[in-house]
């Protein structure tokens, strides 16, 4: 099973500041997913990557963006937060068929 | 797009019940999973089942997917089976789309 890390846990931000949420995974995938997850709702796909230097936007419209310079590693960056931009996001990565998934971050955007 | 529908939405069990959790289909789908979301949101993976049956522990699993549904069963229900159930299959970028969920609660 993949080992993958999100930081921050949790995020408490004033509107307007730039936010970049941390994700890593140690087993080597090449595919890596961003999910953004509203409470007690399903998961959305906002970003995914299919390698270094690969990045793609989901079916959900984000104004996030992501960039995958290293395989083990796949941020998402949020230029100038809104309240609108709280939710859960969810990082998950896998060498095909399954997904594992980080723990998550929690953002609330003041 | 396929549709997915999970039911029930919501359950409540008194600790040691059973229960199953159904997930159908509006098409044919790949790469069907199961996940568990505790009460902190960790996403756990539960059962990779495009097909047949699987069981680990307490929970199984079944996917006919000539009818388009699967089925996961929960036995000896424990407090800590709380929170919400996830069937998600492949989509066409390699993500996985999920259903809306069934959110558990077993009371002790």
């Known amino acids: 099973e993949a080992d993958i890390y999100q930081t921050p846990r949790y995020l408490v931000i004033g509107t307007g500041k730039k936010i970049t949420l941390e994700c890593s995974q140690t087993m080597g995938h090449d595919k890596m997913y961003w999910y953004q997850q509203d409470p007690g709702m399903e998961l959305h796909l906002i970003h995914y990557s299919y390698g270094v230097n690969s990045t793609e936007k989901g079916d959900l419209s984000s104004e996030s963006t992501v960039s995958r310079i290293r395989t083990e590693h796949f941020p998402l960056t949020l230029e100038s937060a809104r309240p609108s931009h709280t939710s859960q996001y969810l990082c998950?990565?896998?060498?095909?068929?399954?997904?594992?998934f980080g723990p998550g971050t929690r953002l609330l955007v003041l | 797009g396929i549709q997915v529908e999970q039911s029930p939405p919501d359950l409540i069990l008194q600790e040691g019940a059973n229960s199953t959790l159904r997930c159908n289909f509006s098409d044919s789908v790949n790469n069907l999973q199961w996940f568990h979301q505790n009460p902190w949101g960790q996403l756990i993976n539960l059962f990779y089942i495009p097909s047949g049956t699987k069981q680990n522990g307490r929970l199984s699993a079944t996917t006919v997917a000539t009818e388009r549904y699967s089925l996961l069963y929960i036995s000896s229900s424990q407090t800590t089976d709380s929170g919400v159930y996830f069937c998600a299959f492949g989509g066409s970028q390699g993500n996985l789309i999920f259903g809306k969920g069934t959110k558990l609660s077993v009371k002790p």
């Open positions: 998950a990565s896998g060498p095909g068929e399954t997904q594992y």
